[in-house]
């Protein structure tokens, strides 16, 4: 049994609307990387219309929002700044 490819939407034509809208890269990526995007496909690999391998991809691409705080402190564990420590490092 073989599935028939799936058709993509329509690429736009010159009588697009959008046709020669010009949009730079970074606002592009910042668009797409702040809505994320999910990319899906399907590899199947066969010799004589016999399937040999199937593999399905799934990957969800989108930006780490930086606003928010980190789950864990890097620097919660270093102990305070004192002392001949602190004199080394030219603190008070």
């Known amino acids: 049994m073989r599935a028939e490819p799936r058709e993509s939407s329509p690429?736009?034509?010159?009588?697009?609307?959008?046709?020669?809208?010009?949009?730079?890269?970074v606002d592009l990526l910042d668009r797409v990387l702040a809505g994320g995007v999910v990319l899906a496909g399907d590899l199947t690999i066969s010799i004589a219309?016999?399937?040999?391998?199937?593999?399905?991809l799934r990957a969800l691409i989108t930006s780490v929002r930086s606003r928010d705080a980190t789950p864990w402190n890097p620097f919660s564990n270093?102990?305070?700044?004192?002392?001949?420590?602190?004199?080394?490092?030219?603190?008070?």
């Open 49 to 56: 219309d016999v399937d040999l391998v199937h593999i399905s």
């Open 11 to 25: 690429v736009p034509n010159d009588d697009h609307p959008l046709a020669d809208r010009e949009i730079a890269l």
């Open 78 to 92: 270093d102990p305070p700044v004192t002392g001949q420590r602190a004199e080394q490092e030219g603190q008070p």
